[in-house]
């Protein structure tokens, strides 16, 4: 177990305020935030505080950490079923229940494999941890699993949000890499899903009467890999587009977002996808990036440690090695800014004191370290 490092990072600010219409940048600022590095991870994917303090971190081989930033200890969290690896496999989001207080039940995703094919599966379980450290989460059980599971490794999404009122739970499931399914109404997958708090599907699903899987909240998703509700109890989203394209959504009930029928991107054998276009039926995206930046992590910030940022959003940039602020007015948003973060960052989360925590998405010794970002000076 190796102690906290804690440094001083010069990062560098790429682009700010940023047009979402002409994607022309404003001169760069000075950097607003140290860098301290905390910990390092063999190739985190999400993290989430407890209210004590301490964070539960998930890995993409399937461990969960219980980690406590004030001495670096690390306790692996038993109970965590068999996960599927390969390629974009994980295991993946962890949330605590609204009601963690009184139930201790921690919902998290994971990639597995039944039967020769693959999909990603929703899973509870409480939270417990005996007198001589040891923790697990007891009574595992998986409450939602996404429909048809297909061949492959990649596309899973599995990004879990709760309503604001805590009634419900709202999961992303990626299109597989398969197309199609994203507009299929009997599938799971290319949507956002609306549950009840023990995996069922939410009454009231806008789609549902249509013949659409009961669990259907919007469709015509890709690659779902954050979801956040704002102050107002909007509901975000953002996907990583094909070739060009990743996107920013307000997710409403029942709408189609296109994919992959339209795509401000192209297929990755040079085919054309139609652009999002006014009247053509389909949701547009309120923000979208060509080049990409492949987006991470999804957080809706509502500290006050950084008051200039309340109410924006930021992403996670993988391929862009980048964390990304988008501006929110309302039910607009635009491009604010980028900074380069010299890794690829996978998560993006808020501490107690409203500091923001990055997990790096590398191996354990190479770039796969936990962040946290202060204000500067």
Request: charged share 20%; glycine share 12%; with cysteine.
């Amino acid at each position: 177990m190796r102690n906290p490092l804690i440094t001083a990072l010069p990062l560098i600010l790429i682009a700010c305020s940023a047009d979402n219409a002409t994607g022309q940048n404003a001169p760069a600022s000075a950097t607003p935030f140290k860098t301290s590095t905390i910990a390092d991870f063999d190739s985190p994917w999400a993290m989430t505080f407890l209210p004590d303090g301490r964070a539960l971190v998930t890995e993409k081989a399937g461990e969960m950490i219980l980690f406590d930033p004030k001495n670096g200890t690390k306790i692996p969290v038993a109970g965590i079923p068999a996960v599927d690896s390969a390629g974009q496999g994980a295991l993946m989001d962890v949330v605590l229940s609204p009601n963690f207080a009184q139930d201790k039940a921690v919902y998290f995703s994971f990639s597995e494999s039944r039967d020769g094919v693959k999909g990603v599966a929703l899973a509870k379980g409480g939270f417990a941890q005996a007198s001589d450290g040891t923790t697990k989460l007891d009574g595992v059980q998986v409450i939602f699993r996404a429909s048809p599971y297909v061949e492959g490794n990649g596309h899973y999404s599995g990004r879990i949000a709760f309503s604001p009122d805590g009634k419900y739970l709202f999961f992303t499931n990626g299109e597989r890499q398969k197309f199609d399914p994203a507009q299929d109404p009997k599938a799971t997958l290319g949507k956002v899903l609306r549950l009840n708090l023990d995996g069922t599907p939410a009454a009231g699903n806008p789609l549902a009467a249509q013949g659409f899987h009961p669990a259907v909240w919007s469709y015509g998703h890709r690659n779902l890999l954050g979801i956040a509700f704002d102050a107002d109890g909007r509901l975000w989203e953002q996907e990583m587009g094909p070739k060009g394209g990743d996107e920013v959504n307000l997710i409403k009930p029942g709408l189609n977002y296109g994919y992959p029928k339209v795509s401000n991107g192209s297929h990755y054998d040079g085919r054309d996808i139609p652009d999002h276009a006014p009247g053509d039926g389909f949701e547009a995206p309120k923000v979208s990036w060509n080049p990409v930046i492949s987006p991470g992590g999804l957080l809706y910030y509502s500290g006050n440690l950084f008051p200039a940022w309340k109410g924006s959003l930021f992403i996670g940039g993988l391929s862009s090695k980048a964390l990304v602020r988008v501006k929110l007015d309302g039910d607009k948003a635009s491009k604010a800014d980028q900074w380069d973060m010299g890794a690829r960052i996978r998560e993006v989360e808020q501490g107690p004191d409203g500091a923001l925590w990055v997990l790096e998405d590398g191996d354990d010794g190479s770039q796969g370290r936990l962040l946290k970002l202060t204000p500067a000076g």
